[in-house]
Nanobody, 122 residues
Framework: VQLQASGGGLVQAGGSLRLSCAAS????????MAWFRQAQGKERELVAV????????DYADAMKGRVTISVDDPKKTVFLQMNNLKPEDTAVYYC????????????????WGQGTQVTVSS
């Protein structure tokens, strides 16, 4: 599985962004897909995770209520819609994938995208 994240950028506080993670592979429906973020000087943390086929979703507390994770199966893309962004959401956002549900344990995810920078100005 190869992952390509995109959609980051500079946005004002209160604004929205939609991140995309384009995935390659023939068995994507068996994977769990996740978005993590890492702010400068901080550890990488989970934002959200979704089961590709079933659509079950988990959201971490950091952005719960402000983000939605979704899958577009024909486009082989996972989206992260982020609303009401805050300066503290500034980070590099990564998509990750694994055959097993890994939750917030980033080191157990097998596949990673390259990251996309999100900067929220006050």
């Amino acid at each position: 599985v190869q992952l390509q994240a995109s959609g980051g950028g500079l946005v004002q506080a209160g604004g929205s962004l939609r991140l995309s993670c384009a995935a390659s592979g023939r068995t994507l429906r068996t994977y769990y897909m996740a978005w993590f973020r890492q702010a400068q000087g901080k550890e990488r943390e989970l934002v959200a995770v979704i089961n590709w086929s079933g659509g079950s979703r988990d959201y971490a507390d950091a952005m719960k209520g402000r983000v939605t994770i979704s899958v577009d199966d024909p486009k082989k893309t996972v989206f992260l819609q982020m609303n009401n962004l805050k300066p503290e959401d500034t980070a590099v956002y990564y998509c990750a994938a694994d055959l097993t549900y890994r939750g917030s344990v980033d080191v157990q995810y097998t596949y990673w995208g390259q990251g996309t920078q999100v900067t929220v100005s006050s």
